[in-house]
């Protein structure tokens, strides 16, 4: 089982829906967790943290955790054609050598279509 | 965000010479930095953290002979790939830790994307 598992997709929706990506973890001692946004050819870029069960949201972005159940997703509302992209979900754990790193998904592919 | 700058974005070069490429945080101190390896469609891989003024730490399987860290700096981080191989071809991003208000991430740099001919 991968650490963190996202589906790659693509997903496809049009514009102005609301596009849920969705993400699952197998450490459920892991705090935080990070969606990032990542254009063809591009490094990925922070869209939102979420450390609190519940949701929250930024602008048209909502984040929403379940530590519970072990799944963090991403809602973007009234989607663009320029949110098409990868996104990456990942979790923060503490590394083999004691260090906390980032553990990614291999994202999920969303295609907005005009 | 926090800004974070890699050099060169991307270099091409023969079997068995070695690269450098440079992260830079442009406006903050960091005094953590990561190194990360993409390969087409896969996600990121974590290679190393390094500190300032210490040695770097290298995850599972990487090697460090051949991955050379350098964190001199609370602004620079250099990777140098020694003996480049075709295989050695991936886009390498560099990321720093930012804490603020308490709460800790990421910023990436813009990676540079590296061709072993």
């Known amino acids: 089982q991968k650490e963190v598992e996202q589906n790659s997709g693509p997903l496809s929706v049009p514009e102005g829906a609301i596009a849920s990506l969705n993400c699952t973890y197998s450490?459920?001692?892991?705090?935080?967790f990070f969606w990032y946004r990542q254009y063809s050819g591009k490094s990925p870029e922070l869209i939102m943290f979420?450390?609190?069960?519940g949701d929250k949201e930024d602008g048209r972005f909502t984040a929403q955790l379940n530590k519970a159940s072990q799944y963090v997703s991403l809602l973007i509302r009234d989607s663009q054609p320029s949110d098409s992209a990868t996104y990456l979900c990942?979790?923060?754990?503490?590394?083999?050598?004691?260090?906390?790193?980032?553990?990614f998904g291999t994202g999920t592919r969303l295609l907005v279509s005009p | 965000g926090a800004v974070v700058s890699q050099h060169p974005s991307w270099v091409i070069c023969k079997s068995g010479t070695s690269v450098k490429i440079e992260c830079r945080s442009l406006?903050?101190?960091?005094?953590?930095m990561f190194w990360y390896r993409q390969f087409p469609k896969q996600s990121l891989m974590l290679m190393a953290t390094?500190?300032?003024?210490?040695?770097?730490?290298?995850e599972q399987g990487v090697e460090k002979d051949k991955f050379l860290i350098n964190h001199a700096s609370l602004t620079l981080s250099t990777l140098t790939v020694t003996s480049a191989h075709p295989e050695d071809s991936s886009f390498y991003i560099c990321?720093?830790?930012?804490?603020?208000?308490?709460?800790?991430?990421?910023?990436f740099g813009p990676g540079t994307r590296l061709l072993v001919l």
């Open positions: 990321s720093a830790r930012v804490v603020a208000g308490g709460l800790e991430t990421q910023y």
């Open positions: 406006d903050f101190q960091a005094t953590t």
């Open positions: 990942a979790v923060k754990r503490e590394g083999n050598t004691g260090f906390q790193k980032l553990v």
């Open positions: 450490d459920r001692g892991s705090q935080s």
């Open positions: 979420i450390y609190s069960n």
């Open positions: 390094s500190n300032e003024g210490s040695k770097a730490t290298y």
